[in-house]
């Protein structure tokens, strides 16, 4: 059936490495987006899609970098660079008749 | 930078009560408010996409207002049921922006 797969749900992340969250979608819309939410704050928008070979910078994309090599795929990079990325990442797709649809969200912790 | 902002944070309520929450945005350029409702360990799920002054949606108990003009809209939960419990997100965004969210309002019902 047609949605959003991310994964992994869990993943942790030693000081100084690359770890990279997948976010997949069969639901053949060309928009797609990366949130990330930390407690008691609402999502914030990190990197954007609007179509293949094409992404812009959100509000806070200092420290993570993405692709979008195919129109299913928009694999978000947290850097070594990212100072603070314990976090909970949620991938979107925009279309149909209620605008947003969501991925189940990948939890990142540093260890 | 653009503000969403969302009364109250969080609301405990008894089984039966109504309730309603507000999703205040700025009202320039606008394009589109969006209602979601996350549940814990779940993706955000869609209830309204609105982008008419005036307009009125309704989900079964569930309804929402907007008004464009002055910046706000209201999400209306009448009868709440235990299963009403999570926490709901408001968005909007201009045209040909992405999704900028409040913090959500955590709603609690009690049995």
Redesign the interface.
């Given at each position: 059936d047609g949605g959003?797969t991310q994964s992994p749900k869990y993943l942790f992340r030693k000081e100084g490495q690359n770890v990279t969250l997948s976010c997949e979608q069969n639901l053949n819309h060309d928009a797609m987006?990366w949130?990330r939410q930390d407690p008691?704050?609402?999502?914030?928008?990190i990197y954007?899609s609007q179509i293949v070979n094409d992404f812009q910078k959100?509000?806070i994309a200092e420290g993570y970098s993405v692709s979008r090599e195919k129109k299913e795929s928009f694999p978000l990079t947290v850097t070594s660079a990212q100072k603070n990325p314990t976090a909970f990442y949620?991938c979107?797709v925009r279309g149909g008749?209620?605008?947003?649809?969501?991925?189940?969200?990948t939890r990142l912790t540093v260890v | 930078?653009l503000n969403?902002e969302q009364s109250p944070q969080s609301l405990h309520v008894q089984e039966g009560d109504s309730t309603n929450f507000t999703c205040s945005f700025p009202s320039s350029n606008f394009y589109?408010l969006?209602w979601?409702r996350w549940e814990t360990?779940?993706?955000?799920e869609?209830l309204f996409?609105m982008t008419l002054n005036g307009d009125e949606k309704k989900k079964g108990r569930i309804s929402a207002t907007l008004n464009t003009k002055e910046g706000y809209s209201y999400l209306y939960i009448k009868g709440s049921q235990p299963e009403d419990s999570a926490t709901y997100?408001c968005?909007f965004n201009q045209a040909g922006t992405?999704?900028?969210?409040?913090?959500?309002t955590t709603l609690s019902v009690s049995s």
């Open positions: 959003i987006y949130y008691g704050q609402g999502l914030r928008l954007y959100g509000d949620l979107a008749s209620y605008g947003y649809t969501f991925g189940s969200g | 930078i969403v589109a969006h979601y360990a779940k993706s955000p869609a996409v997100l968005a992405a999704l900028i969210f409040g913090k959500g």
